[in-house]
C-alpha cells in the first residue's frame, strides 16, 4: 500500500474547515434565539485566539541551573496543542510560580520572528477580577482602579516564527517593563524602535532611491529577540519599579542588528516573497484579534462583564438554599 505525502498543520486545518463548510446541515428556524440561553460569563470576548508565547524574567540565584531561567526568554505552555516534535529547538521544563506551582512547557533564549500585527491594552485588576481598557483610555483606567487594585500595560505581538511556520501565527503576550522594552515608541532602543531605524527604513530608503514608493511592512523581515545580555552571553539584569515596587528583570532586545546594515544584509533578514505572501493573509485574517482591544469593543466586554456578574449575585441572594458562611456553626 502505498504511503500518503503527510499534511502539514495548516493543510489540515484547511482540509477541516472545507470539509465543514461543504456539510449540509439543517437549520433550525429559530437559531437566533438560542443566544438568549447561553450564559454571558461563558462567552470568548477576545476575539479569535492564538497559542502563545510568554516572556520569562531570568534570575541570578539560578545560575547554577543555567537555561532560560537564568537567563530570561520565552516560554511555551504545553496546554496549546503544540507537541515536543513541533519544536525541536526548545528545551522541555516547568516555569514556577510565585504560588508555588509550576506549569509544563518549553523554553528558548532567543526567537526569531516576523512581526505581524499588535494590541495594546490597560488591564485593571480588583481582586481576581480583570476589567480591560483600550490603550488610549488611559485616563478612564486610571480613575476605574479600586482600592487595592492596580493598573499594568498589556501588549500582544501576532508573529510568524522562524522553523514552525506550519503551526501558524503564534503570539508573543508581555507586560509592565517588558512590553515598554518591545513596544514602539517616540524615542529609545525598544525592540521595534531599533528594528525600524536598522531594518524597515533603510530598506525603503533603497526602494526609494530606485524609484519604487512602495513601502515595506514588518513582517517582510526576520526580527531575532531574546534577553539583554553582555558579550561574552552573561544576562544583563536590570531593576525597575520604586519602593517597595522594585525588582530585577531581564528585558528584551533586538539581536544581532547593526547601526548600519549593508544590503546584501538587509537581503538575508527578507523573509522571502512565499513568506511575505504568506504573512499577509495572516495580518488580513487577524482583523478581528487586532480590534478586539479597542474602546469600543472593550467598552462591551466590560458591560457583559458587569451584567454577568449582576446576574450571578442575583441568582445566589434568591437562592433559599444559599447560607452565607459565618452562619455555619461547625
Given at each position: 500500500m502505498a504511503n500518503l505525502p503527510k499534511q502539514s498543520k495548516l493543510e489540515q486545518r484547511s482540509a477541516a474547515a472545507a470539509m465543514l463548510a461543504a456539510q449540509d446541515v439543517a437549520v433550525e428556524e429559530d437559531w437566533?434565539?438560542?443566544?438568549?440561553?447561553?450564559?454571558?460569563?461563558?462567552?470568548?470576548l477576545e476575539g479569535p485566539q492564538y497559542p502563545y508565547i510568554q516572556w520569562v524574567h531570568g534570575k541570578k540565584a539560578l545560575k547554577p541551573a543555567g537555561g532560560v531561567i537564568y537567563t530570561?526568554?520565552?516560554?511555551?505552555?504545553?496546554?496549546?496543542?503544540?507537541?515536543?516534535?513541533?519544536l525541536p529547538d526548545w528545551t522541555p521544563g516547568e516555569l514556577e510560580h510565585q504560588q508555588g506551582d509550576a506549569t509544563a512547557g518549553f523554553f528558548i533564549r532567543d526567537l526569531t520572528v516576523a512581526v505581524i500585527r499588535s494590541r495594546r491594552c490597560w488591564r485593571v485588576r480588583d481582586g481576581d477580577q480583570t476589567r480591560l481598557y483600550a490603550w488610549d483610555e488611559y485616563e478612564r483606567a486610571v480613575k476605574a482602579i479600586p482600592a487595592g487594585g492596580g493598573l499594568s500595560g498589556r501588549l500582544q505581538v501576532l508573529v510568524a516564527v522562524r522553523g514552525l511556520e506550519e503551526l501558524?501565527?503564534?503570539?508573543?503576550?508581555?507586560g509592565?517593563?517588558?512590553?515598554?522594552?518591545?513596544?514602539?515608541?517616540?524615542?529609545?532602543?525598544?525592540?521595534?524602535?531599533?528594528?525600524?531605524?536598522?531594518?524597515?527604513t533603510p530598506a525603503n530608503t533603497l526602494n526609494r532611491k530606485r524609484g519604487v514608493k512602495n513601502a515595506f511592512p514588518y513582517r517582510a523581515f526576520w526580527?531575532?529577540?531574546?534577553?539583554?545580555?553582555?558579550?561574552?552571553?552573561?544576562?544583563?539584569?536590570?531593576?525597575?519599579?520604586?519602593?517597595?515596587?522594585?525588582?530585577?528583570?531581564?528585558?528584551?532586545?533586538?539581536?544581532?542588528?547593526?547601526?548600519?546594515?549593508?544590503?546584501q544584509?538587509?537581503?538575508?533578514?527578507?523573509?522571502?516573497?512565499?513568506?511575505?505572501?504568506?504573512f499577509s493573509t495572516w495580518y488580513i485574517e487577524a482583523?478581528?484579534?487586532?480590534?478586539?482591544?479597542?474602546?469600543?469593543?472593550?467598552?462591551?466586554?466590560?458591560?457583559?462583564?458587569?451584567?454577568?456578574?449582576?446576574?450571578?449575585?442575583?441568582?445566589?441572594?434568591?437562592?433559599?438554599?444559599?447560607?452565607?458562611?459565618?452562619?455555619?456553626?461547625?
Open positions: 437566533l434565539d438560542a443566544a438568549q440561553d447561553v450564559d454571558q460569563s461563558t462567552v470568548d530570561g526568554g520565552w516560554f511555551l505552555n504545553d496546554a496549546q496543542g503544540i507537541e515536543a516534535d513541533d501558524g501565527p503564534l503570539v508573543l503576550t508581555m509592565g517593563s517588558v512590553s515598554r522594552a518591545f513596544a514602539p515608541g517616540k524615542s529609545g532602543n525598544s525592540v521595534m524602535n531599533v528594528f525600524l531605524r536598522s531594518v524597515i526580527l531575532a529577540v531574546g534577553p539583554d545580555r553582555e558579550p561574552d552571553g552573561t544576562p544583563k539584569f536590570a531593576t525597575v519599579g520604586e519602593g517597595s515596587a522594585q525588582s530585577t528583570v531581564t528585558l528584551p532586545v533586538a539581536l544581532g542588528i547593526g547601526d548600519k546594515l549593508e544590503p544584509e538587509l537581503g538575508q533578514l527578507f523573509v522571502g516573497r512565499d513568506n511575505l505572501a504568506l482583523e478581528e484579534w487586532a480590534n478586539a482591544w479597542t474602546a469600543e469593543a472593550l467598552s462591551g466586554q466590560r458591560q457583559a462583564q458587569d451584567e454577568a456578574e449582576e446576574e450571578a449575585a442575583e441568582a445566589e441572594a434568591d437562592n433559599p438554599a444559599y447560607v452565607e458562611e459565618e452562619q455555619i456553626p461547625f
